[in-house]
């Protein structure tokens, strides 16, 4: 799981550092690389994999990706949307500092070259039994907290406790964790109230790690800490970094820990090169990108295609001082979309869903808007063997299918989902007549310029949440087309912490979502569509879907038995949540595109899961003498 709440105002960020963790997974692999057999006659594993054997043998000196005689050193100065008034690295509530996840560990790392794999980190090793109903990690001895204090197995409990009481999506995410108690030396198992789900050993991997004396200590006025409550006091953690300095409203730095614990680790040799990593406030992405051209900020990652095409001809770029590279990545793309907000009544008809789809003119918006940039999603799990194939379901999809028969649309049987084309005008044309057409059925119809519902009288209104300017250009033609069918629409834009306020309360009619998917999907699939997230404030499931179907088909992808059984069932749910037409699809690319100031020098081969900025490459002072002095904006 690894949602974008605030679609372009934090998508660099997810790019640059992502969650702490990155979630998701179904089921782990027969072939997954064993080392030992421990006393309890379990396997030892050094790795998890969901998706397929390890790459790295269990004495992997460290990831191909990296280079292992990187520099330390420099300075890295980053964009951050909105400000922030919160330092707690769990709590959802309140706006994050930027960069936080820097500061503490999970058990294991997740790779940012192999999809839904990660190696031990704060954990040596990790077992599970063949049913799969608990999960035990043995932690490192050498493993400290930055105050030099041991990481210890009170210190997992007690994360546990605090991530699924801080946080109603891990609650969701960590719901068949009945505990977590010491069971050796070291050792931490944590027991579950389901067999047979095979994701359970890594979600736990990825549990984020707080340290127990702290938080239940006292700050410096002598008042007791709260994990469930919003700080501005810097915690303490155990990963490469720790905050440096903060000016709230201004920009938070974190400082390299060089006496690090875990910087000789397989996973972090060749990683976390830089000595200061450093976030700069800004009201918006306008402002921030014209601070990176004058020489402020030192990497960007650009979501506007617009930008891309026409606003790269300054200076610096024309000499060379400023680099800009297309990098492919080898991942699936997420659903970006139009979020339709079921909980509002003028949404909870299938047809109008249907309606506002038609009225959607991507192909005009590509060609004017976006210089050709994009392709449309056709999938939530787009670009992945785990996407509702081309074609009518069949084999085991089709079997899974047959289970909710006459609880979802009879389409999902008969005809292969496409969404609508507008290669000319006329087509444009056809497809308003087919949204009046839906509309009508539905029981709508226009009177007096504004289409009423002929039951209730109510007047369909709609209002674009936004919290980026950007986006603006965008949404405007979208509404004359819905006001051509009578429905009036205006856009309404906020700043991020009102922005998450109304995420988490789920008060919104249509705002842009980004829904994120691994390549083994699981238990946060829950969190997306369940019914059990639809009214939990602050959970993922922003369509507010409560169909017991789609709860069904959920359990199926959370407890294959192996990777074909879990492709049949992620295609099943796919299918499903197609021809519900919850969202209106947008458009994906599968390149990221990012420009930087030439003081920075990368690994040969860079992983294929993210351009990995801030984990592998490095500082160069050689080239930063050739660069012209900036004036330093902080």
């Not at 490469?240 to 040799?269: C, H």
């Not at 014209?290 to 650009?302: H, I, M, P, R, V």
């Not at 047959?402 to 084309?421: A, L, Q, S």
């Not at 009177?447 to 039951?455: H, Q, S, V, W």
Request: net charge negative.
């Amino acid at each position: 799981m690894a949602f974008s709440r605030l679609a372009f105002a934090t998508a660099l960020m997810a790019l640059l550092i992502g969650p702490a963790t990155t979630q998701g997974g179904a089921a782990l692999a027969e072939d997954g690389k064993t080392d030992i057999i421990g006393s309890s006659g379990q396997n030892k594993h050094h790795a998890l994999s969901l998706v397929g054997e390890p790459r790295y043998p269990a004495d992997f000196a460290h990831f191909s990706f990296v280079n292992p005689n990187a520099p330390k050193g420099g300075l890295v100065r980053l964009p951050s949307i909105g400000s922030f008034d919160s330092l707690n690295p769990v709590l959802y509530r309140g706006e994050r500092a930027p960069g936080i996840g820097l500061v503490n560990e999970s058990l294991m790392s997740d790779s940012i070259d192999e999809p839904s794999t990660a190696y031990g980190l704060i954990a040596e090793w990790v077992s599970y039994p063949e049913d799969y109903s608990s999960v035990t990690f043995k932690l490192r001895d050498e493993a400290r907290w930055h105050d030099g204090k041991p990481i210890t197995p009170e210190d997992v409990i007690y994360s546990l406790e605090v991530n699924k009481a801080a946080n109603p999506r891990m609650g969701l995410y960590y719901k068949n964790v009945t505990h977590c108690e010491k069971t050796g030396d070291n050792e931490v198992t944590f027991y579950f109230d389901t067999k047979g789900n095979r994701e359970l050993p890594m979600i736990m991997g990825q549990l984020i790690i707080l340290p127990k004396h702290f938080w239940t200590g006292t700050d410096a006025n002598g008042d007791a800490r709260d994990p469930l409550k919003t700080t501005m006091e810097p915690p303490l953690g155990s990963g490469a970094y720790r905050v440096k300095t903060m000016q709230p409203g201004r920009s938070i730095s974190f400082e390299r820990v060089d006496d690090y614990w875990g910087k000789d680790l397989p996973v972090n040799v060749g990683k976390w090169n830089f000595d200061e990593i450093r976030f700069d406030t800004y009201r918006d992405m306008t402002v921030a990108f014209e601070s990176f051209k004058a020489g402020n900020l030192d990497y960007w990652t650009e979501t506007s295609s617009k930008n891309w095409a026409m606003a790269y001809d300054f200076p610096a770029v024309k000499d060379g001082e400023v680099k800009r590279e297309e990098i492919t990545l080898n991942r699936g793309m997420p659903m970006q979309a139009f979020v339709l907000n079921l909980r509002r009544p003028q949404f909870q008809d299938r047809r109008v869903r249907q309606a506002l789809n038609l009225a959607f003119d991507f192909e005009w918006a590509n060609k004017n808007l976006f210089y050709g940039q994009y392709e449309r999603v056709g999938s939530y799990f787009q670009n992945t063997e785990l996407a509702a194939p081309a074609a009518l379901p069949a084999g085991r999809e089709l079997e899974i299918l047959e289970t909710v028969r006459g609880e979802v649309p009879e389409e999902v049987f008969t005809t292969v989902y496409t969404n609508p084309t507008n290669k000319d005008q006329m087509e444009m044309r056809n497809n308003l007549r087919e949204a009046v057409k839906v509309l009508r059925e539905a029981g709508w119809q226009v009177k007096d310029g504004a289409l009423t519902n002929a039951e209730t009288g109510q007047t369909m209104t709609i209002e674009f949440l936004l919290v980026s300017p950007l986006f603006e250009r965008i949404v405007q033609p979208y509404i004359r087309n819905l006001d051509r069918l009578g429905i009036k629409s205006t856009i309404r834009l906020v700043d991020s912490a009102q922005y998450t306020r109304r995420l988490n309360k789920f008060d919104y009619d249509i705002i842009v979502g980004n829904f994120a998917q691994s390549q083994s999907p699981g238990n946060e699939q829950r969190d997306f569509w369940g019914s059990e997230a639809a009214d939990r404030e602050g959970s993922t499931n922003l369509i507010g879907i409560k169909d017991e179907a789609i709860d069904k088909l959920i359990d199926r992808v959370i407890f294959a038995k192996d990777r074909k059984e879990l492709v049949a069932a992620t295609r099943a749910l796919d299918r499903v949540l197609l021809w519900n037409k919850f969202v209106v699809p947008q458009w994906f690319s599968p390149h990221s595109r990012i420009a930087f100031w030439n003081r920075y020098d990368q690994p040969e081969r860079l992983p294929g899961l993210t351009p990995g900025f801030l984990q592998v490459w490095w500082y160069d002072s050689a080239k930063d003498k050739s660069l012209p002095k900036q004036a330093d904006a902080s």
